[in-house]
């Protein structure tokens, strides 16, 4: 039997105390989402070793809140890597401009479908991206920071055949060796990480891309943020996804450590808060409830709603709790 992982308790105290007089952190490492609601219903955000997933129906921003919250992290002066299986590097480049375009100029910045136009149109040569900002709120200033960012932010494009579990490790321990730094971890999707067992059925694949995350979040002391995908069941409209309602849900449920279910705050809120005020609707709908499915070392069942700012390519980062009833199905107004 191998005892390379044993240690005695003694010995873990031992560990402690010398890591604790060498100035550095003894218990897990955080990392401030920067959605300052949820950082605060997290006791400060994710945690080194957690797995945490973020799932959704199509539509509700999963990549833009995935892609916010690693901006976040790394302007903050940490450090993050974002796995790519959906998007390719320039529509992400496109959207981090945007988004940070709206930290300088708030409202008025340069919306995403100006700046998809401006790398689109074909300019002189000699043209950089910032001159082809140029004239656009907050344009150029984002270029500016997401340059200077530039070397802690990671964005790797990743391949359903190619990019498995072992390629995953290897890019995270390569990250950490150049940069001294374990990065936050951000996987976009779980389901499409490759498995080379394709006689298995996929509740096992995904049981063992859930694992093996989880393993890697452990062993390399780092978050690992991924974002799920949903049974069909779970698609059609004014449905509110659950936990039971992830493909592959009984691993997924089982190793998370933190599960976060998004859902447009209009399909789940009671027919009562509608009825009595017909302009709610509109208000509604520019808002996502997320919710706080499971938390493995916190409080959960806590309901979030952040405003949708798509055009820029961001949610409104402050957030808030719930206040109206919530339910499960979509509701009707007559």
């Known amino acids: 039997m191998s005892t390379e992982r044993l240690q005695s308790l003694t010995d873990l105290i031992g560990a402690t105390d010398a890591t604790i007089r060498a100035g550095s952190v003894a218990g897990a490492r955080v990392w401030p989402t920067g959605f300052h609601a949820l950082d605060k219903a997290l006791s400060g955000g994710l945690r080194s070793g957690e797995l945490v997933l973020l799932g959704g ?3 509700l921003g999963k990549t833009t809140f995935a892609l916010q919250l690693m901006r976040n992290v790394v302007s903050a002066g940490r450090t993050a890597v ?8 320039h529509t992400l480049l496109e959207r981090l401009i945007s988004l940070e ?8 910045g340069v919306p995403l479908h100006q700046v998809r136009e401006r790398f689109e149109v074909r300019h002189g040569q000699s043209e ?16 500016a920071v997401l340059r200077d960012l530039g070397g802690r932010l990671h964005v790797h ?13 290897s890019v995270v321990e390569a990250i950490r060796e150049a940069t001294g730094e374990a990065p936050l971890v951000l996987v976009d999707y779980l389901q499409k990480v490759a498995v080379g067992t394709d006689h298995v059925g996929e509740d096992a694949q995904v049981a063992q891309v859930a694992e ?15 974002i799920v995908a949903a049974e069909k069941s779970a698609l059609k409209p004014g449905m509110r996804m659950r ?7 009984s691993a997924l449920a089982y190793e998370a450590d933190i599960v976060l279910l998004m859902a447009e705050k209009f399909d789940v809120v009671a027919r009562h808060h509608l009825v009595y005020d017909l302009g709610n609707a509109d208000r509604f709908r520019r808002w996502v409830v997320v919710t706080i499915e499971k938390n493995r070392n916190g409080v959960d069942k806590v309901e979030l709603e952040f405003h949708k700012r ?13 206040t109206e009833q919530l339910v499960e199905e979509r509701v009707f107004v007559d």
């Open 101 to 108: 375009a709206a930290e300088h100029a708030g409202l008025n």
């Open 212 to 226: 093996g995350l989880k393993e890697l979040a452990l062993e390399l002391a780092v978050p690992v943020a991924a």
């Open 157 to 169: 494009r990743s391949s359903g055949v190619h990019t498995d579990l072992a390629q995953i490790r």
């Open 243 to 249: 936990a039971r309602h992830l493909r592959g849900s």
């Open 128 to 143: 950089s991206l910032a001159d082809r900002l140029a004239g656009s709120p907050g344009g150029p200033e984002a270029v």
């Open 82 to 89: 974002y796995f790519s299986f959906e998007h390719d590097t």
């Open 57 to 59: 129906q199509q539509g």
């Open 310 to 322: 798509f055009e820029q390519s961001r949610f409104d980062p402050e957030g808030r709790e719930v």
